[in-house]
């Protein structure tokens, strides 16, 4: 009578590491993505802010909304280019990592 109850807690024990398996798989390639995200998060405000003030100082202090908007934009275009240039090699990475279990299996 009492071999039942402790057939339920196994079977309990063996769903719920599965269940945590395929939680696992969520964090497969953190490591990659921080690789990638990290400098590319540097590069991208480090560059932006220094563009930003360096194209506002041209504009002068009777610049228009216009004038400001595009500083605004033309500094986030050269920033985030020149980030995503100098981290595409570990994007490359970190999307082969993410995608390897499936490739895999």
């Known amino acids: 009578m009492q071999a039942a109850p402790y057939k339920k807690v196994r ?34 405000w480090s560059t932006l802010e220094r563009m930003r003030r360096r194209l ?3 504009v002068g202090e009777e610049a228009n ?3 400001v908007l595009g500083a605004n934009f033309s500094a986030g ?3 985030g280019s020149l980030a995503a240039a100098a ?3 570990l ?4 999307t082969r990592r993410q995608i390897e ?5």
């Open 11 to 44: 079977l309990l024990q063996v769903e719920l590491l599965k269940a945590l398996q395929s939680y696992r798989v969520l964090w497969t390639g953190l490591g990659a993505q921080l690789s990638r995200d990290v400098p590319f998060s540097a590069i991208c």
């Open 56 to 58: 506002l100082g041209l």
């Open 65 to 67: 909304a216009a004038s």
């Open 77 to 79: 275009f050269v920033a």
């Open 87 to 89: 981290t595409c090699p």
């Open 91 to 94: 994007d490359v990475a970190k």
């Open 101 to 105: 279990v499936y490739s895999q299996g």
